[in-house]
């Protein structure tokens, strides 16, 4: 906006009239404006639409001052035929007045509406139209509606004038002491009847609650405003005096739906208040009303009053259930029951189950407070431990006092249940079972059975009363979740031992195990995922070994199958997304080896599925940049079998020599020490968890990985010459990597037929194409007309329309969008296809971390795609909106980090993108602007070292200390990127004449890297021993992040 | 600062200065709407139900009587200016008597114009998230408080002013210039430029410039 244009008063005096038109009551054209001002145009279509919002914000604020109508400064005598008599209530929607009806000489009650309730002409329709209907309704407990009218501009509503109370007000004088039960049911049952009759005929209320409802001397119920609510929704309803009636709204009205059922909610949380003396949801903030009514269950009125029948409580609950279909369908019915309850005889609603109860609640509260969980864990392992004989223990007692006061209706209800069916069956045998369903369906609640959720019935869900345990459930996800289930994992362990180291229970515990894994691993901790996987396999390897003694039950030995192959299947992309390449192999290798060993015939659905799983896996490109870790440094691009595309050259790969150069990519040699962007398998891609740090645990035990590789190697091939073979069983070659492709597709359009409508064998399919269309010679860099990658694109998206509320299904559409060769752009079109297929998979991202804040691989992911699309636009020469895009990288970066501050992959990933930007805002000049961001970065990690090694003062770490700091804490990868952010720093401060501080960065940096993790063995680059890239370029880690389309700008020494 | 001529507008005023208390009652009531609207955005939201402007209004006339002398003195302060003084002050009174020490101590040191200015970011974005309707936009809205707020906020606390007393007040230009002892060309720049940033954080918060029937957009 042109400042200097409003210089005059022009602006302010077309402003200033266009405001005082709104002031009285008129909407103004604001192109009649722009036409008598043109040359403020643009200022007035800009900024009047601004002024009317403020103006009607005022408005409406004005008037619901507290909650309470008012009319500002006017005053009313006279409405039409209506004498004021005088104010009789203020409610949300308007001033009631007694008034005297001049012509037929009768007291009535006038309801007069907001000023601005009723703009326009629909909305006086449909104010008409709604009392008119309305006004048909004839029944004892409404208060008859005898017309509406207008005057001065002020709408109104006659209605019988009655001699009695709101129940808001007999609320209020309560002061929190409940109603007797039996009045309230009463209460109840009238206002039940009366919207039984009302629904009967068509009309909804829409705004039950308790300023609505009347109580008059002969204790009838009077339901007032009918017709009101509706006819003024959305606008005054909810605008107006918020927090009462949030308070009472059916949580499926946010969603914009309502029926009958939702007056029954509304009735049923009025009840509530009734009879607790205390609203349901007690918040007093509009969003903290919002998150309760939506979020929450309120506590259960017994626990409140323990003098409520235990009826009246199953039928108040009943109606005020979160989902409507487990309401009350009718108001009819809760009449009936009320009635039921009232005369004494057996209600209908059956009680929720406790077990049932946990289990909606569960469902409901995916983001579990870490408090609540560990309450609930503790419940659960007191009452197993408890019924299993442990009682006597101090642990317990520990335990008990732990317990979260908020949860003692539940762990009452859980404690009783288990001590109930324990007395009714009196068998340990019982106990344990129960034991073990409680925490199956704890884990089916709360881990994931699959890195993708599908909604397939669990198989081992022992209870069948809940029909929808076929719905797609999407994990819950938190470190605390993770955490708290590991806890549990001991008593699958006691309760094998109480059993004779039951090999069912075992089991359970291996499927516990990996479940466990799958929950690390979608949180980006790599380790504690690998060691959960590892722990799994081994107690299967252990129970298979075991089986043929143990074991009678001739399908076990499947099923344990199965379950091995899915693990090592998940063990197997856990190390992709960590880049241990190798042992991806590994463990899909010995996957497809497991089930290779079955007859084919023989193999179930799923165990097929596990084999195109590996083979898809061992497909799968591996990065040419991958440095494999056991063979030292490599003096060029190390690592790759992947094949150019110009034809297969996996069989050029037999000595690692001549891998480092056959392996640039399809357009042009690698650059120097800076890797080429990563293909579509760098980490982001999957979630960006990055390099994984090793767990301690890892040291105490062998991976299996290794442990798989010693036994091959051991065998009859053990003395074969080993470098080439490594090499291709590692890396695999071109035309291995094809047939394992076209094996996986096969496998899967055949099961696909079997079960067309399964999503996860969809999904995989998809994958398959994807990766096919990634091989594809001739291929076009951004997929413009790839049958494959459309193949892919339309399974996909036909998943994320049969169910969008699996967040995993748009989360892999996004994927394949965003899985693009955005460093193969070999023009504009393809640049801008490109653009738009990364800005497709971000929108798809956007949506998924609104949805789903606990998730960080959608953050991560959304930073990955703008680390792509810095790289596109970089391409282009648009270097501005390069350096924006990484701004947006690392500001997203930086929430992971704040949010997860024990993960270490998000803050390697902040150095990273950090170094890139410095580098980009190196090349255009700016030294000290790239030298400051270094500086900066440098500063945050050691500060985040610090804090993880639980130091106080940072600035006075030498490197060393620093070092020793990291290593405490197993940050061995953290502690080697900071010490190639020194080195940067230091070419960079050389660049600037600074040579001092510059040996000073330099030494740091290499002190650093002499301390670098020993699995990875990579000494620090020399910073002066080659010639080639820019200096700038040297220093720059090996597995690249960035996406930099340096192909133009550098050359290899 | 420009020099009011409220004075020569209204010759009644040097009845007022002469102590009709009657006249004096009677100009109020001219601004009592204004400074209804004052004392109803000012006030904070704790209060809302237990106070009534009304009362407050009350309240802040009777001072304005015994405290016409110092008018007097405050020459060339305008009328308006002066009542809607005297009703902040009163207002400030209100709140202390409320709500107690918390609020003494924070404010101990502000004029009471600042002490007023002090909440108008939070009071501002609640009655501009207010104008959003529908549960849905219910729903958004909560989400958005924050956005706002932190819009509100990082504007310069003039422009925010400016705004309220523009609308939330009714002030006019002239009169904002004066309360805030700023040039009136510079009140009016503030109040364009507060009204864009305004806008463009309301351009992101969806169904606000568009889905309200009511609202006629650029086009309409």
Known sequence: MDLARIDDDTFELAASEFTSRVRRGEVPDIEEYVSRYPDLSDEIRELFPTILAMEQTKQHREFESGGKASLGARKIEQLGDFRILREVGRGGMGIVYEAEQESLGRHVAVKVLPPFALMDETHIRRFQREAQTAAQLHHTNIVPVFGVGEDDGLYYYVMQLIDGRGLDAMLVDADGEAVDPWHAADIGRQIADALAYAHEHGTLHGDIKPANLLLDQNGTVWITDFGLARALEPDATVTEHFGGTLRYMAPERFHGTTDARSDVYSLGVTLYELITGQPAFPGTTRSELLRQVTQTDPVRPRA????????????????????????????????????RFLEGSPIRARRVTSVERFWRWCRRNPALSAAI????????????????????????????????????????????????????????????????????????RFAPNALYVTPVVIEDETTSDESDYTMPMQPALSPEVAAALE?????????????????????????AHHRIGLIYQQLGQSDAARAAYSDSIELLEKLRKEAPTTNVDETADTRLLTQHATVLNDLSELERVSLEFRSAEQASRRALDLIKSTAEETRSTDLQYELARAHL??????????????????????????????????????????VASSSEGPDGPAPGDFQRPPGPDFPGNRGGRGRSRRGDRDGERPRDGERGADRERGGDRGDRRRRPRLTERFFGSWDDRRNHLESAIGILDELSQQRPDNPQLLILLARCYRERALQRPDRDASGFEDPDWEKAVELVSQLTNDYPEVADYRFELAEMYGDVEFWRINDETCGRRIEKRLRTALEILEELVAENPSRPAFVSAQAQMYVKLAAVYRHCDRDQKSIDMLHEAIALHQTLVERFPNVEAHMIWQVRLARLVALWQMR????????????????????WLAAIAKEDDVSA???????????????RDILRELGDTYFLLATLLDDEGKSVEASQARSVGNALHRRSSPRFRMPPPPPDDRPGPPPWMRNTPPPPPMPEPLASTTERG | MNTPTQQDEDPRLERVLAGDTEVFAEVFAEHRDRLWRMVHFRLDRRLQGRVDADDILQEAFVDAVQRLEHFRTSQPMSLFVWLRLIVGQTLVDVHRRHLGAQMRDANREMSPQQQLSNGTSMSMSFHLLAHLTSPSQAAVRAELTGLVDEALTGMNEIDREVLALRHFEELTNKEVAEVLGIDRKAASIRYVRALARLKDVLTHVPGFFDGDERQPGPDA
Not at chain 1, 317 to 334: E, F, G, T
Not at chain 1, 487 to 511: F, K, N, S, V
Request: net charge positive.
């Open chain 1, 924 to 943: 255009e000049g700016n030294t000290g602007t790239a030298e400051q961001t270094l500086r900066d970065v440098i500063g945050a990690t050691r500060q």
């Open chain 1, 304 to 339: 409140i009053n323990s003098r409520i029948p235990r009826d009246l409580e199953t039928i108040v609950l009943k109606a005020i259930a979160r989902d409507p279909d487990h309401r009350y369908q009718s108001s009819q019915a809760v009449a009936e029951d009320l009635g």
């Open chain 1, 373 to 444: 969980c560990t309450a609930v864990v503790s419940t659960m392992m007191v009452a197993v431990l408890t019924s299993v004989g442990y009682y006597k223990s101090r642990r317990v007692n520990s335990r008990l006092q732990t317990l979260n006061s908020n949860l003692n209706g539940l762990n009452t209800d859980l404690q009783n249940s288990l001590n109930r069916e324990q007395q009714e069956r009196e068998t340990a045998q019982a106990t344990t079972q129960l034991a073990l369903d409680a925490l199956s369906k704890i884990f089916n």
């Open chain 1, 487 to 511: 806890e549990m994992l001991p008593i699958y362990h006691r309760l094998a031992e109480q059993r004779g180291q039951d090999p069912t229970i075992r089991e359970q515990a291996a499927r």
């Open chain 1, 617 to 658: 896996s061992l497909a799968k490109r591996t990065p040419f940049w991958h440095r494999p870790p056991n063979s030292g440094r490599r003096p060029g691009p190390p690592g790759g079998g992947r094949g150019g595309p110009n034809g297969p050259q996996g069989s050029g790969s037999r000595s690692p020599v001549s």
């Open chain 1, 957 to 971: 770490l030498d490197a060393q200390t620093l070092a020793g700091a990291a290593q405490s804490v197993n940050a």
